[in-house]
């Protein structure tokens, strides 16, 4: 049974078109993962699924509830982890977490008790009765997943948990995710890092543009690719001209699906080939035109080969040209005045 159905929602913005018919089911008891790069959806569709935001059109269903209709049971059933909060700077966390524990109706003595519990979990203990207004991002985060799990939700969701935090923080938030998904809590969260996912989820989907263009788990998702991907240099850095000749020699080769010339790293080549076997007539292909290799590895696919045979671009691409069209529109604006 699915835990979130979403079905064909649209979400504009005025003219920006957020979400095109985004489709997607998070299997109860799953670890489940959106990855996406920025601009791709994400924050919209978690808003829509914790009823903070209508779609213009198509069915929310979360915890077997008509989430378009049943706003306040389906927030009774999850816990929020927004991307960015503002908590408040004057009181102190623990504080901020008792407000919180109120707004749910839990007991006092229940209240308290989890508040104890959920400090210790997340090694806040040192900094709980300070002021919010000194935490590092953190501790806010911190203090926010502990508000999104003090009434035990059996549905967490949670945007971007660890955007931009020390390595200590991300991975207690992850052992605990991992600990929650154990216990039986499914977990919904958003990424645009590839090894959040890698690292987290046993169920994730892929959002583009407002769409969900792949689904599954991370390991069928890889496997349905197939195909070994190498990397070639034939010296540490080539150039256009000798890296487009080495790949038209390694086209002719039975067994190699794709040459693709990378400019970045130095001109080097990156292959996608049916198998191993395939190296050994690289290696004779390129000794036969007198070349040698500086240097060769092979992997199997990655999240990144998924994402990038999805969509046509790397993730890295996916964020640059967003950059890129940021810098654009103000150009322009700028141009304008
Ligand atoms: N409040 C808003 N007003 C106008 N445009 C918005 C608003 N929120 C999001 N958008 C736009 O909608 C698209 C999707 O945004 P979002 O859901 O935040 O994506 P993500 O969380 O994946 O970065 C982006 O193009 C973003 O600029
Ligand atoms: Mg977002």
Known sequence: MPLIELKELEKSYGAVKALRGLNLNVPK????????????????????????????????????????????????????VAQDVAIDKILTGRELLKLQGDLYHLSPVYRDQRIEELISRLVMSDWIDRRCGSYSGGMRRRIDLASGLLHQPQLLILDEPTVGLDIESRSTIWQLLLELKNKGTTILLSSHYLE?????????????????IAEGSPKNLKE???????????????????????????????????????????????????????????????????????????????????????????????????????DMKLESKNAMR
């Open 224 to 326: 349905k690719l197939g195909g070994d991907r190498v990397t070639l240099r034939v010296r540490e850095f080539s150039d256009e001209n000798e890296a487009k000749k080495i790949s038209k020699l390694l086209e002719t080769i039975e067994g190699v699906r794709q040459v693709v010339i990378n400019q970045l790293q130095g001109f080097s080549l990156n292959l996608v080939v049916d198998d191993e076997s395939v190296l050994k007539c690289i290696r004779e292909k390129l000794a036969s035109a007198d070349l040698k290799i500086f240097a060769l590895s092979q992997s199997r696919p990655s999240l990144d080969d998924v994402y990038l045979q999805a969509t046509g671009r790397t993730l890295m691409d996916a964020e640059l040209e967003l950059v890129g069209q940021r």
């Open 196 to 212: 959040e996912i890698e690292a987290l989820a046993d169920q994730m989907a892929i959002i583009d543009e407002g769409r969900v």
């Open 29 to 80: 008891g799953s670890l489940f993962g959106l990855l996406g790069p920025n601009g791709s959806g994400k924050t919209t569709t978690l808003r829509i699924i914790c009823t903070l935001l209508a779609p213009d059109s198509g069915q929310v269903q979360v915890v077997g509830l008509n989430a378009l209709k049943k706003a306040r049971e389906v927030r009774r059933a999850i816990g929020y």
